[in-house]
């Protein structure tokens, strides 16, 4: 079974909303990545996040984890074009084992 | 630097023919990794490597080979193509992991493979 699951699986917003990806795990997590993809190309780091309760911010885009480690959300304020993409978000269980990946969230943003 | 590299950035196989997908990064990373990215399926590690001459299974090993005989490269080997091996291979390094996770996963641009 799929240990991290995101949703949604995608999204259409309008250009200048809000909007935010979550990202749910089965079991505790060492470690939380976001990662942003370009429709054909590689992935691109955005946030890492490990201790419970963290909370990071890069110009419009806000990354949470959960007390409980189980849980992270993305959220980008005032949503631009440039924002679209896939989203993906990728966890370590230990410090030893390999990252994990969610299925991803496609977001497109429209004028 | 120029980070993670992968060639080629596409290809056409025949089922039954045999590939090597080429990665190379030049930052000095202890640690690579393949993975496969089918649509909408997310990324599926196929293999990954702690070192040079260290290399072991990830979730979805079969119909590939990997060997690490340098830090810098990490080739993957497809040797009897099938169509479900169609896909998006990305690569990617790190530098060894301490216990803070303080070095994230750099990924190269990826190989489209197509098997007919």
């Known amino acids: 079974s799929q240990e991290l699951e995101q949703s949604p699986q995608s999204l259409i917003v309008q250009e200048g909303k809000n909007l935010t990806i979550n990202c749910t795990s089965s079991?505790?997590?060492?470690?939380l990545y976001w990662y942003k993809q370009k429709y054909g190309e590689g992935l691109i780091f955005l946030m890492m996040?490990?201790?419970?309760?963290e909370e990071k911010s890069h110009e419009k885009i806000t990354a949470k984890l959960d007390e409980k480690k189980q849980q992270s959300s993305l959220h980008i304020t005032a949503s631009q074009p440039s924002h679209a993409g896939i989203y993906l978000c990728?966890?370590?269980?230990?410090?030893?084992?390999?990252?994990?990946f969610g299925k991803g969230t496609r977001l497109s943003v429209i004028a | 630097n120029a980070g993670v590299t992968q060639t080629p950035k596409f290809r056409i196989l025949k089922i039954g023919q045999s590939m090597t997908l080429q990665c190379t990064q030049d930052?000095?990373?202890?640690?690579m990794y393949w993975y496969r990215q089918d649509p909408g399926m997310g990324l599926k590690l196929i293999y990954y490597s702690v070192g040079a001459g260290i290399t072991d299974k990830g979730e979805v090993p079969n119909g590939y080979n990997v060997s690490r005989s340098t830090t810098e490269d990490f080739p993957l080997r497809l040797e009897l193509a099938a169509p479900s091996q169609t896909s998006v291979y990305f690569c990617a390094s790190s530098s060894m992991r301490g216990p803070f996770l303080q070095e994230t996963q750099y990924f190269g641009p990826g190989t489209r493979l197509l098997v007919l």
């Open positions: 079991k505790t997590l060492y470690g």
């Open positions: 930052m000095n990373h202890n640690y």
């Open positions: 996040l490990q201790k419970g309760g």
């Open positions: 990728g966890a370590y269980y230990s410090g030893n084992t390999p990252l994990v």
